[in-house]
């Protein structure tokens, strides 16, 4: 058991206001994300209360398994436990398993008192608070439910010497009410791969029993695999392990945890002694700490090649942190200069920094380029499934049934067999061919063969011949949600075609919920600007889905869109996704499958966002609705949603036209115009000068329409009074006159008109 003091240190006075700014900000909550493969693990701090949007963070979450560390969480709120509710009951619809580390003793008083506290996720670590009198000084101790089993049950602790004093301290709560949560929760032990991502990666505490050296062995032909998860240390088998060693032998290290002096020393060991013997020596899913200790190209030897490695990254846009499996033969020429590829954040698709060490990158450069042998291609599927096969019995039933989704593929998976073998080149329809008895599968969409699918068994939602390759469809949700689905066309990357298909989901989202407007008027203004454009360029994809030109029309649709509901608020939440990986006279394809969903409030909010209503100059403008970027290449804009006399209608505007900007500035919100237009031209009315206003029309490019305004000196065309409610009626072409303003149109149109057909 763990003992961590929580008692402060004494520090000299501090300045009583910067002390309580201290304190707020250490309130605050905090989440951090970490990611490794299949395992996301978010770490919480300080108060969680109604500003915590559980619901959204909840969708944001697609793993295996989910770790939960509430180590640092200082106070619960009432609305903190709605919110904390609906984010468990969120998140771990999309993990197969959900696990919750060192729960403070905050985190233990709410899973006695709120049913679903911990949804179906299991506590596997808390802490237990302790007294010491002699000193005055509060303590926590951390239990373990694999460790601590007995303890609990017993719902006793035993006295304790004191961290600070060494006086005995004492457990300083009821039993019987602290444990009455953790006695009802059965006696379970970490998976290898989590229990190697706490301790290695996090440098979290882990029973020993979690950390020990496990192996799985695999013999097919001359090839021979193993599979090491836990730790390296004095006790590795080398001798046991290298027996008999030949042939090709792959080595999965990818759950190997922390890395002591003597295993280091008995693996280099074990290494040479298998050289001999092995005619190829592959070390597979090798993580930092192993690349740092064992991978110079002394401890390699003359035979043993890297072929996939992890490589840690940070996103300062979403603070991501995350390891990500990379391919020596992939990016062999970028790191033989030792330089860390370019990735994107999987959450934000954010730029990502690689915070790799130095150390790592300098080992990287040294890496040969490997070279596998077509027998490991061919044997490789089965290899893989044989050696997890006794990993997946040991699960727990409650484990197994927690995620009602798709299930999510392993990092072995991903790895062997989108980088592995897209490195190797080889026909993937080989592997498929030695597993399925040499039937080969050409998919949903016959683009080739079939040489990958994730997850195995294609999701329900997902009905074949219902969606063609790049099409998309949204429907309502029995809970009042939206849900949309999309494909996307064969991409050349697996990054490309999910990008595609999120963005399908969005638009058709998106054209759903112009259904939710609950207005005439805006249906009579709005969907006639996009809806003919958006039809034409869909259809033509349907046509010939390998057009170019088609597919560029409807992605660069789909991307305006996409962006502008994000911008406007909108925080797509993944609820299901789905691959199929060809292999194609082109070379490798990939189609990816995505379900997407809008919550009801969402909805509610955007709807009454897009139909909110602003006046100035005698107009009525709405913000531009995300699907006007099919008609028009813009990304923002005010539309014009009526107009009544004044300074606007006599420049030569109409319905349905689009303002981008105002004197040379672009507003990014209706508000924001309308505080613009108004400021300026109440300004220029004043002085005197030229308003201008770029604006988007018919289906030509943007147009200027201008009005020369004179000064206060100079006998004022509209005076600021009429500004808001014009009651002037004079000719544009009768300046002088109240309410008369001289306007022109550059591209050609007479003055005082310049005005397109309003329907168009």
């Not at 950390?211 to 390296?232: F, N």
């Not at 004095?234 to 002096?261: H, M, Y």
């Not at 203004?525 to 349907?542: D, G």
Request: with cysteine; proline share 6%.
């Amino acid at each position: 058991m763990e003992v961590q003091p929580t008692q402060p240190s004494s520090k000299p006075p501090v300045d009583a206001k910067a002390a309580a700014a201290e304190a707020a900000a250490a309130l605050k909550l905090s989440v951090e994300r970490f990611a490794d493969g299949g395992i996301v693990c978010l770490k919480f701090g300080g108060t969680i209360d109604e500003s915590f949007e559980g619901k959204k963070l909840g969708g944001s979450i697609q793993c295996d398994t989910l770790v939960l560390d509430l180590g640092g969480v200082k106070k619960i709120s009432s609305f903190g436990i709605r919110e904390w509710v609906d984010f468990v009951a969120t998140a771990t619809k999309h993990a197969r398993s959900t696990v919750l580390i060192e729960c403070a003793p905050k985190v233990v008083d709410q899973l006695n008192m709120v049913a679903n506290f911990a949804g179906t996720g299991r506590v596997f670590s808390f802490y237990a608070p302790f007294r010491c009198d002699y000193c005055d000084s509060e303590h926590k101790v951390l239990l373990q439910v694999d460790r601590d089993h007995e303890v609990i049950k017993a719902m006793k602790l035993a006295e304790r010497p004191c961290l600070s004093c060494k006086e005995g301290m004492y457990f300083d709560d009821d039993g019987t009410t602290f444990f009455s949560y953790m006695v009802g929760q059965e006696k379970f032990t970490l998976e290898p791969e989590v229990a190697a991502f706490l301790a290695s990666k996090l440098d979290y505490a882990v029973a020993e029993g979690a950390r020990k050296l496990r192996v799985d062995k695999v013999i097919e032909g001359r090839t021979t695999y193993l599979r090491l998860a836990g730790d390296l240390d004095r006790a590795f088998p080398r001798d046991k392990l290298a027996e008999g060693l030949e042939g090709t032998v792959i080595i999965d290290v990818a759950s190997v945890g922390k890395i002591e002096p003597a295993g280091a020393a008995e693996w280099r060991s074990f290494v040479q002694m298998i050289t001999p013997g092995a005619e190829q020596l592959y070390l597979f899913g090798v993580q930092p700490a192993f690349l740092d200790k064992l991978c110079s190209p002394q401890d390699l030897g003359k035979k043993a090649q890297v072929l996939s490695f992890a490589l840690p990254y940070a996103c300062k846009t979403c603070s991501t942190s995350s390891a990500h499996a990379l391919d020596v033969a992939t990016h062999h020429e970028v790191l033989k200069f030792a330089t860390a590829p370019e990735l994107r954040c999987t959450t934000c698709k954010g730029a990502m920094q690689c915070t790799a060490t130095e150390t790592s990158m300098a080992i990287l450069s040294t890496l040969p380029k490997p070279t596998p042998a077509p027998e490991l291609v061919k044997s490789l599927g089965m290899l893989r499934e044989r050696a997890l096969a006794p990993s997946k019995a040991k699960r727990p039933a409650a484990a197994a049934a927690v995620a009602p989704g798709p299930p999510r593929a392993s990092t072995l998976t991903r790895v062997v067999l989108v980088l592995l073998i897209a490195a190797l080149g080889l026909g993937g329809v080989v592997v498929y061919r030695v597993m399925s008895g040499g039937h080969v599968d050409k998919g949903m969409f016959g683009a080739g063969a079939v040489v990958e699918r994730a997850p195995a068994i294609r999701p329900d939602w997902i009905v074949p011949g219902k969606l063609g390759l790049g099409a998309a469809e949204a429907a309502n949700g029995p809970d009042g949600s939206l849900i949309g689905i999309a494909v996307s066309s064969l991409a050349t990357s697996q990054q490309d075609a999910e990008d595609e298909a999120q963005e399908g989901a969005i638009d058709a989202i998106a054209a759903e919920l112009a259904r939710h407007v609950n207005d005439k008027a805006w249906f009579a203004i709005v969907p006639p600007i996009y809806e003919s454009a958006r039809n034409a360029k869909l259809a033509a994809l349907a046509r010939d889905p390998s057009s170019t030109q088609a597919r560029k029309d409807v992605h660069e649709g789909r991307q305006v869109t996409a962006y502008r509901l994000r911008t406007d608020g909108y925080v797509p939440t993944l609820t299901g996704s789905y691959r199929e990986v060809y292999d194609t006279a082109e070379g490798r394809r990939y189609v990816a499958f995505v379900q997407l969903s809008m919550f009801k409030d969402t909805i509610a909010k955007l709807s009454a966002h897009y139909n909110k209503q602003v006046k100035t100059l005698g107009g009525t403008f709405i913000p531009m609705f995300p699907l006007v970027g099919w008609r028009y290449p813009i990304d923002h804009g005010s539309v014009v949603f009526s107009l009544d006399t004044g300074p606007l209608k006599d420049i030569g505007l109409a319905e349905r036209y689009i303002i981008t900007s105002v004197d040379g500035r672009d507003p990014p919100s209706v508000d924001d115009f309308a505080k613009i237009a108004t400021d300026t031209y109440t300004k220029l009315s004043d002085r005197g000068g030229t308003f201008r206003m770029d604006v988007q029309a018919g289906d030509g490019g943007k147009r200027e329409f201008t009005a020369e305004l004179k000064g206060a000196n100079e006998g004022m065309i509209v005076p600021p009074s009429q500004i808001h409610h014009p009651t002037g009626t004079g000719h544009p072409d009768q300046p002088g006159t109240p309410g008369g303003v001289n306007v022109w149109d550059r591209y050609g149109g007479n003055k005082g008109s310049g005005r397109d057909d309003p329907t168009q």
